[in-house]
């Protein structure tokens, strides 16, 4: 039987491959229409789970992605598998490139000031048919108008919004129906790595499904974050408990 969705623990994920996703939005993109991608992790299914208000701002996404394997696991477990990962970092990589050839018009908001300098020196130098119209970087005032009216002004064809979870779900979600168009996407700490901040794990470790370790390593204050990984198994296992009752 094919799906459309696979629901793990309220949140709906697209069952999709990676190419079949850029492709979509591709046709949004050409089509100029607005959609709103959020590439959800473990961490950010149980916030949903935990947190009604996240949950209904989640439901607002027109795309929600699998963005790590434990969302990959929880499917196969769910009996209802979802083909790959398909990350914020492997889509706005994939954006990009699509960007570059269509040339295409960017908006890049979040990470420290110094990480969006070079994300966008590494934007330029790598996509150079793309136009970055406007950015900013991710530490300012909730309320501050700035960034939506440079949006609106400029009319970027996509919008990458990397302030992490749950705050980039959340300007994205209260703010989209203003704009005309965009496909606005969260992509957590992608300008990190990007920018040479961070290093994403080599190929070996990503093929072997132990990328979130390597984060570990490099960033051991995750721990904390890491926590959440283990609850999420113990409860995706109760959502099989109880649908094969
Ligand atoms: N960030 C930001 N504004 C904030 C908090 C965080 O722009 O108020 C940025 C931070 O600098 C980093 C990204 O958001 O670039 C979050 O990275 P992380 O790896 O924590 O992403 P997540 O795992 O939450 O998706």
Redesign the pocket.
Known sequence: MSYEKVSILGVDFINTTMNEMIARLGDHLEKEEKAFVV?A?P??VLAAHNDQDYQKLLAKANYITA?GIGVVKAAQLLGQPLPERVT?FDMFMALLQLANEKSYKLYL????PE?LEKTKQAVESQFPNVTIVGSH???FEWDEPTIENEIKETEPDLVFV????P??EKWISERISSFNKGIFI???????VLAGE?NRAPEIWQKLNVEWLY?LIQ?PS?WK?MMALPIFAGKVIGQKVKGSK
Not at 109 to 112: D, N, P, R, T, W
Not at 162 to 165: C, D, N, Q
Not at 186 to 192: H, L
């Open positions: 590439t992790n961490e950010i963005d914020g908001l979040g990470a420290k990480v970087h991710g530490f990397a302030l992490g979870f705050r980039q969260g992509i957590g700490g992608s300008f990190d961070v984060r960033q995750r974050r």
